[in-house]
């Protein structure tokens, strides 16, 4: 998890500049090896010089093993070893061994073929240099074949000076490259991250109502896509903003009507001397008044419905609709209609997610509207059935229903169909459609039982769970 005001160009570098450290960590051990074997190879080819120098002066004709020592050589090798040179000329079996003795021999050595070994002679660090050849002539019997072997020793002071140097300017090299690199990516990752600063000086210093598009021209391909994102959310914020405007002047409109009303009423029933006159002003006033308190806790509910945080939790729906259908059966019976609740689906209840008070709202008004325009004698149905991967809650009833060109526009906030015989403001079902799609489904309108009336369904997506049973 990001700690708060990470940088990204701080997170790049933390990320990139620990990858060329061990670039160069690793280059490093490189070439130190590369510088041993350099050193080794060099050094080797000189060692090899002095032991040829050697060989070149081995003499059996005498009949005994005679070496004329290259003093001039063996000195320029001391001079350039740094140090005393070591050296030995001894026959395989031992019997003759001219030199250093106790020089180290080498685990396998073959004819003419020159082996280098690190070793310590005399307490001190030396590469040892071993030739082996055949005597010729040999100094016994001419028939048997008898071997010499030649060994050069030197410190390894020079060399290791030598590896020393070249591994010392080989870290200067990279400290080098490593700031002037870290610099160049430094100064990159500022010119590449220009955009998204030109991109915040624009949005910082925009009018607060300015909601036109971003524009993305001179903009990388990488920032597009966060732009285009931006644009989205501004024209989500805009249509929000344009709705909002919209719903208050349309609820200022609705609400000044019947508080207008309400005015009249209230001044009539105050100039009216007749009591039983001025019961019934002060009666309509009442029915005036509660018309007005739903009309604007509609209204309330519609805009907490947009704008509410959802916090959804199980809801068990036919436990939902067989609450609120006792809870409207009183109304029901008062305005003279049959209001019940049909059987459960067969199987394990219905459970949705979604926010209780939100979802009872909008059965409620399914309800108020059913009852209402239904008229005496009338039936409201409560019902809730499965479909498969939806969950419906709906209420039917028998009613006259809406004129098939209206259907497509119930919903709508404030539109109310041209054959509604009861007062109302058009709210009702807008606050349902939106409950329904906040939750992530739909309000599906359509005729009610045999072509009559109207059946108004709240279709809600089942959990995956629920779907599987």
């Given at each position: 998890m990001r700690r708060p005001g990470w940088s990204l160009k701080r997170t790049l570098l933390a990320a990139l500049l620990p990858g060329m450290l061990c670039a160069v960590a690793v280059e490093?051990?490189?070439?130190?090896?590369?510088?041993?074997?350099?050193?080794?190879?060099a050094y080797d080819r000189s060692l090899?010089?002095?032991?040829?120098?050697?060989?070149?002066?081995?003499?059996?004709?005498?009949?005994?093993?005679?070496?004329?020592?290259?003093?001039?050589?063996?000195?320029?090798?001391?001079?350039?070893?740094?140090?005393?040179?070591?050296?030995r000329v001894a026959t395989e079996d031992g019997l003759v061994e001219i030199g250093d003795p106790g020089?180290?021999?080498?685990?396998?050595?073959?004819?003419?073929?020159?082996?280098?070994?690190?070793?310590?002679?005399e307490d001190e660090p030396v590469r040892v240099g071993s030739y082996l050849r055949n005597l010729d002539p040999p100094l016994a019997d001419p028939h048997s074949a008898q071997r010499v072997i030649i060994q050069v020793a030197e410190p390894l002071t020079s060399r290791e000076a030598f590896t020393r140097t070249l591994v010392v300017q080989a870290v200067s090299r990279d400290v080098v490259l490593v700031l002037v690199g870290g610099l160049l990516l430094a100064a990159a990752i500022g010119w590449a991250l220009q955009p998204l600063a030109r991109l915040r000086q624009e949005v910082a210093t925009r009018d607060p109502l300015d909601m036109t598009p971003l524009a993305d021209t001179d903009m990388p391909a990488d920032v597009r896509p966060l732009i285009a994102a931006l644009n989205q959310h501004v024209a989500r914020t805009r249509s929000v903003m344009e709705e909002r405007a919209r719903f208050i002047d349309d609820a200022s409109h609705q609400l000044r009507t019947p508080l207008?009303?309400?005015?009249?009423?209230?001044?009539?029933?105050?100039?009216?001397?007749?009591?039983?006159?001025?019961?019934?002003?002060?009666?309509?006033?009442?029915?005036?008044?509660?018309?007005?308190?739903?009309?604007?806790?509609?209204?309330?509910?519609?805009?907490?419905?947009?704008?509410?945080?959802?916090?959804?939790?199980?809801?068990?729906?036919?436990?939902?609709?067989?609450?609120?259908?006792?809870?409207?059966?009183?109304?029901?019976?008062?305005?003279?209609?049959?209001?019940?609740?049909?059987?459960?689906?067969?199987?394990?209840?219905?459970?949705?997610?979604?926010?209780?008070?939100?979802?009872?709202?909008?059965?409620?008004?399914l309800l108020h509207n059913a009852i209402r325009y239904c008229g005496r004698g009338g039936h409201v149905t409560v019902q809730v059935t499965r479909q498969g991967g939806e969950a419906w809650l709906s209420v039917s009833d028998d009613g006259p229903g809406i004129p098939p060109g209206e259907m497509a526009r119930l919903g709508e906030r404030f539109f109310r169909a041209s054959n509604a015989s009861a007062p109302g403001s058009g709210i009702g079902l807008a606050v349902v459609r939106s409950v329904a799609q906040r939750h992530g489904g739909r309000l599906q309108l359509e005729a009610g039982p045999q072509g009559r009336g109207l059946r108004a369904t709240i279709a809600l997506p089942l959990p995956a769970a629920e779907i599987a049973g």
């Open positions: 490093l051990g490189l070439t130190w090896r590369t510088a041993v074997e350099a050193a080794d190879a090899l010089g002095a032991i040829k120098s050697i060989d070149a002066s081995i003499s059996t004709a005498s009949g005994g093993l005679a070496v004329e020592l290259p003093y001039r050589t063996l000195e320029f090798f001391e001079l350039t070893a740094s140090g005393r040179v070591h050296y020089l180290p021999m080498p685990a396998h050595l073959r004819p003419r073929q020159p082996v280098f070994v690190d070793a310590v002679y207008a009303t309400l005015n009249t009423l209230l001044g009539f029933a105050l100039r009216e001397p007749d009591p039983a006159r001025q019961r019934d002003a002060l009666l309509a006033l009442k029915q005036q008044l509660d018309d007005t308190v739903r009309q604007t806790n509609q209204m309330l509910a519609l805009a907490r419905a947009d704008s509410m945080t959802l916090q959804p939790e199980a809801v068990p729906l036919q436990a939902l609709a067989e609450r609120l259908t006792r809870a409207w059966w009183a109304e029901a019976r008062d305005q003279g209609v049959d209001l019940g609740l049909a059987d459960p689906p067969e199987g394990e209840p219905m459970v949705v997610q979604a926010q209780p008070g939100l979802l009872q709202e909008a059965l409620s008004n």
